[in-house]
């Protein structure tokens, strides 16, 4: 038979380094979904390699794919922590958004920019 391509290697592994960025850009939200639609993608194309290993031939895509998911679910996750940690800290979210606000209004008025 001739070797073919795992149908969801290169899908898993754009998610997985598009998590890498999102975790970064959405409080670690978008970094935990990403990763882990690629970590599913992977899992199935691990368990169909497995069936018949011969007929493969880009399961190296696939475990990078998995490397880099972990590694941005990892990060993502000690985002997500981070922010509940702050906001349970801040008295709930309000308050957080109140002091985020504060926070933001004093960058500014150190640099002299004034919003209308």
Do not use: H
């Amino acid at each position: 038979m001739e070797q073919q391509k795992l149908p969801n290697a290169t899908t898993a592994l754009i998610l997985g380094i598009v998590s890498f960025i999102c975790c970064c850009f959405s409080n670690g939200i978008g970094g935990v979904i990403m990763a882990g639609i690629a970590l599913f993608l992977t899992k199935k194309d691990t368990s169909t390699y497995n069936e018949n290993p011969e007929l493969y031939t880009n399961f190296g895509t696939v475990k990078t794919a998995k490397i880099i998911s972990w590694i941005s679910m990892v990060i993502s996750l000690i985002i997500v922590g981070i922010l509940v940690f702050q906001i349970i800290e801040a008295g709930g979210i309000q308050a957080w958004f109140e002091q985020s606000q504060q926070r933001q209004q004093e960058i500014l008025d150190q640099f002299g920019i004034e919003l209308e």
